[in-house]
């Protein structure tokens, strides 16, 4: 059974022989019962149904990290799942967390999923101890009472995602927009922007008639041909969308979103293993001051996992700046407002409270900020 609850609590276990057993804290929250409800579709199209099995073997557990296969498999396994052109994929290339857990007796196994949402889900099935995943994805996985926590998050980056149209239309700004087309994927970052845009400019919802896309490429397709009058896309798209076409662009998320992108671990492993998602924690942020400092290496980096010209990655990596934050009420406050919005448009079916899986005293968090150990 799935517990809708998530306790920071002397559950957690240190692994290191010279940290103390704690004493039992005040529970955080209490997890109101939901029911069981399909994920919808954030980046990807459809439902996530599991987009990657457990490769461990038998004995694998969220709780405990699987034996590794091989000769030398007397150590144990870290499953973490990234997608591709994700921050994740820097740490993976970089190699300096394989490097710091082989001295530590485990192995990384590196799981590759299309969108959040398919890798929450295999979180929830134990396939996957880490992750990371965009905003949106956390509220629609603990809308399904999926078994995760916020551990922390990227640096935001607001310009990351935006609202444009044809540079020929008549359309100048948002409130123009009444009557029009705009393809969005359906509860994507980009999806979320345009809602408060629409609704600050004094514009209903039905005001406008919202095209669902399956991806970005689906999405640009639309608004090259024309057959939308306007588009919502996130970068690396959204930059590859301004170089292309050379569009208008009505807003991005300055003053919206803070269009962050979080860490998450599975609830158990989380519970037994805080000292591991504070290792990887560390090397994300040296994998991230690297990427801050070799900004042209990233662009190739970028550019060739994802098949995408490096003047789009160029610009989306230029506007952006990497770093690794851990969580906090001003980080707490625009993801509630995020899970209150997809309530009341219907895209989640009940109310959720995030702080309940986002803890900010956690034990990964006791030695304050991320630094490169």
Known sequence: MIKNQFNLSDNYKYVNSNVRARSKRKRLWKAGAIGTWLLLMAFAAGCASGAAGSTSGADASPATPAKADGAAGTGKVIRIGYQ??????????????????????????????????????AMSSGSVDFGHAADGS??????????????????????????????????????????????????GNH?????LALEKAGLKLDDVQFVYVKDASEGRALFETKQVDALGSWDPFFAAVENDLKPLTLTDGQGYSPNRTFYYA????????????????????????????????????????????ADAIERAVGRRQYGVELLSSEIIAPQQQLADTYHRIGLIPSQIQVAERMPVDAPWAKDGPIQNK
């Not at 591709?84 to 857990?101: Q, Y």
């Open 191 to 195: 999806h979320y922007l345009a809602v």
């Open 84 to 121: 591709k052109g994700n921050t994740l994929n820097i740490l993976k290339v970089k190699g300096n967390l394989d490097e710091r857990l082989k001295s530590e007796g485990y192995k990384v196994e590196w799981k590759v999923f299309a969108g959040g949402n398919f890798l929450l889900e």
């Open 138 to 187: 956390g509220v629609f996985g603990q809308a399904g009472n999926k078994p995760f926590v916020y551990v922390a998050n990227d640096l935001p980056n607001p310009e990351g995602i935006g609202i444009v149209v044809h540079s020929d239309s008549a359309i100048e700004s948002i409130a123009e927009l009444k009557g029009k087309k705009i393809a969005v994927a359906k509860g």
């Open 266 to 309: 599975n609830e158990q492993f989380a519970k037994d293993h805080p000292d591991l998602i504070r290792l990887i924690l560390e090397e994300i942020q040296e994998a991230d001051e690297w990427a801050n400092e070799h900004k042209p290496e990233v662009v190739k980096l970028l550019s060739d996992t994802l098949g995408i010209d």
